[in-house]
């Protein structure tokens, strides 16, 4: 047997008082006058007697109980044959410091419970144990190991963070943490809610460690969350309305009645609308406004909720563009002269042009849009850079040449993977259908005239297919042949026209109710990570375009009250900034190349721990493998913490021993009051 406090043997010393009372009689005798004695001779012989044996037993019973109570406090157990290790342990403590922690239980929240509990849980240990310290940050000092007082001193630094991390995720930085110790010196302890989306023990492979789960109870709190935001548009025009879909979640299994939103727009203010949600319902409404200014645009939409407010907040940024720059290849002398005329006619798109002949590849990761128009050779090295380009998140939008000079454009869709263009033909083809669904033509009518005028054409080829990238049409003609398709590559898309432009073959150049979204739409299809928000913990990238090649490559992120250098990484025609832990608060960060604003990133607090729903003690027993152990601590305070030092180290006696304490004083009291000396006769001293 062993005992976790041992200190609280000295207790035992207290066993000296009932024997000294008991040894010393400290009761005075009543004189009484008596005339004769002799009859009270026999009936004192039979008191003495029985109230010595009464007195042992009262004295017994006493030393039992000081003896029982003592060894409560001291914890007393019995380790399992495979749980004695002689030698140093180590010892990792999760503590989960995400934002669900800080709910409350019944007197503190369960954040301060966990520190709490980690302290006991050192203080179980001997001095020679070594520590590892683990939170949801994830930190670099968080990965070595500590003595204990140094453990210790590094538990009150703790704060609750954003980080959300999976139970697997935790475990393995734990089990890398102590790789070095034999696996009977290892013990792991994870204190937290065990949020159920977090908890995903099916993904740990380990079934021989000591893990000790500990698990800590919050009281019911409700939660109304903003989940997502997002434009029903893909592209944002100025002076045009922008349209926010946004997805709210009750958490809660009680009505959220009238749940007010509000829109922070550059420097507006004003209401958003008001949502009432079903129990447990997910619903999506729409937010409208104005954007009257082009640039980078900052807005943030907000509930009204309590008590759990850190997803009551969402924040996103997006580029309004005043010049859409698209380049023009073509063979010949010059390009198509109406797409020339259309380009000049609109304000926010400017075309520069190319000779197939004199290409300058350096200089095309500048464009948002390539149009490759009639070209009768693709060289093998342009198909290489265009293949960079589409992998990088360029456009690429292609117009075959006529009369079975389709070998230029199978140069490329072979390179690409597409499979090849074939089958000239002419003829009448009336275009008889849009695809809505695709965000090219999403949102760009309400609904399809009747009398609006789709492209026809006298000659097409049949579209590449049966390669390794399938396309998707984006208009067909009436005979369900592809007009215009689109291929992903890459971070990239590519357009491909079955007509060529030329208006002897194609009248799709003056149709600008369909021309000029598709221009548009592929622009800004390419691959430039325009997110509009991100997640804290979780989106530690940032993709900007790398439009200044030649240029040393040096930014910096801002957020107006530091800033910080983020790792770069080259990735074709954009550049990687990786901002490592450096974002810890929601809100807005400026990207600077050396002294120009080039985006602006909203980062947001992870929507994992929304869900406050967790597991219960009886299903928690039920997911965990056979080498976990649960020590459930309810929704008590932290002074049932001082029990847990225990888990995993054998059987356990403490209440035992309470209730052999509570039995010994029960004795002792019933013996005191039914145990009659002397046939209830009182004892007499005469004189």
């Given amino acids: 047997m062993q005992f976790v406090n041992p200190q609280f043997l000295w207790g035992l010393l207290f066993l000296a008082v009932p024997i000294i009372i008991h040894l010393f009689q400290f009761r005075r005798f009543k004189k009484v006058y008596f005339s004769n004695t002799a009859f009270l001779k026999e009936i004192k012989e039979t008191s003495q007697q029985s109230r010595k044996l009464k007195h042992l037993l009262v004295l017994l019973m006493r030393l039992l109980a000081i003896s029982f109570l003592v060894f409560a406090f001291a914890q007393p157990i019995i380790p399992t044959s495979d749980q004695v290790v002689t030698g140093t342990k180590g010892v990792s403590i999760y503590i989960d410091n995400s934002f669900s922690m800080g709910s409350m239980g019944r007197d503190i929240s369960l954040f301060e419970n966990a520190r709490f509990t980690a302290r006991e849980i050192i203080n179980s240990y001997s001095e020679s144990d070594q520590f590892h310290l683990l939170t949801g940050d994830f930190e670099n000092r968080h990965q070595r190991l500590y003595n204990r007082e140094q453990a210790l001193d590094l538990i009150d630094e703790i704060e609750v963070s954003p980080a959300v991390r999976t139970i697997s995720e935790v475990y393995q930085r734990q089990q890398h943490a102590l790789r070095n110790f034999e696996e009977g010196q290892k013990v792991f302890y994870i204190i937290s809610d065990f949020q159920k989306n977090i908890s995903d023990f099916e993904n740990i492979q380990d079934t021989t460690a000591n893990i000790n789960l500990i698990h800590l109870e919050s009281l019911e709190s409700a939660n109304v969350s903003i989940d997502s935001v997002w434009f029903s548009q893909p592209v944002q025009i100025v002076n045009q309305t922008g349209k926010l879909l946004v997805q709210l979640t009750n958490h809660d299994p009680a009505n959220a009645e009238e749940v007010n939103m509000e829109l922070r727009f550059g420097d507006q203010r004003r209401p958003a609308g008001r949502v009432s949600l079903e129990p447990l319902e997910t619903l999506t409404d729409t937010v409208s406004f104005t954007i009257n200014q082009t640039g980078w645009q900052e807005a943030t939409l907000s509930i009204t909720d309590y008590p759990i407010q850190f997803d009551d907040e969402y924040h996103l940024s997006f580029y309004v563009s005043d010049n859409i720059r698209i380049l023009t290849v073509h063979s010949g002398i010059e390009s198509n002269r109406f797409l020339s005329a259309l380009f000049r006619g609109i304000p926010y798109m400017s075309e520069d042009l190319m000779s197939s002949s004199n290409i300058n590849y350096s200089a095309m990761s500048n464009y948002e849009l390539i149009i490759l128009n ?182 910096r992120i801002s957020d107006g009250d530091g800033e910080f250098i983020p790792g770069i990484e ?29 985006k602006k990133a909203a980062f947001n607090f992870d929507r994992r721990e929304s869900a406050i729903k967790s597991y219960d003690i009886s299903r928690l027993k039920e997911v965990i493998p056979n080498n976990m152990t649960i020590v459930s601590l309810g929704i008590t305070t932290a002074a049932g913490g001082s029990l847990l030092a225990i888990a995993g180290r054998g059987e356990e006696f403490w209440q035992w021993c309470i209730i052999i304490a509570l039995l010994a004083l029960l004795a002792e009291q019933l013996v005191l009051r039914f145990w009659k000396t002397g046939a209830g006769r009182k004892e007499k001293k005469s004189v």
Avoid at 515 to 534: C, E, H, K, M, N
Avoid at 573 to 591: E, K, S, T, W
């Fill in 374 to 555: 009639e070209l009768d050779q693709i060289s093998t090295g342009f198909a290489a850079e265009l293949s960079n380009y589409l992998a990088g998140g360029g456009s690429l939008l292609v117009f075959p040449a006529a009369n079975e000079s389709q070998s230029a454009v199978n140069a490329l869709t072979s390179t690409l993977g597409m499979g090849n263009m074939d089958n000239w033909s002419t003829g009448e083809f009336q275009v008889g259908s849009l695809n809505m669904e695709d965000p090219v033509f999403l949102g760009v009518f309400e609904q399809i005239r009747a009398d609006l005028t789709l492209p026809k054409a006298t000659g097409r080829f049949q579209l590449p297919r049966g390669g390794i990238i399938e396309g998707v049409p984006l208009m067909s003609f009436r005979d369900n042949n592809p007009y215009v398709s689109k291929y992903n590559f890459g971070a990239g898309s590519v357009f491909v026209s079955a007509s060529p432009l030329d208006l002897e073959w194609n009248d799709l150049v003056s149709n600008g109710e369909i021309f000029v979204p598709l221009l548009y739409r592929a622009a800004i299809a390419s691959g430039t990570d325009d997110r509009i928000a991100y997640t804290l913990g979780v989106d530690r990238i940032i993709s900007v375009r790398n439009t200044q090649p030649e240029r040393q490559p040096h930014f």
């Fill in 570 to 598: 080259s990735r074709g025609r954009n550049i990687l900034l990786n901002v490592y832990d450096q974002v810890r608060n929601p809100g807005f960060y400026d990207v600077f190349f050396h002294d120009e604003l080039i």
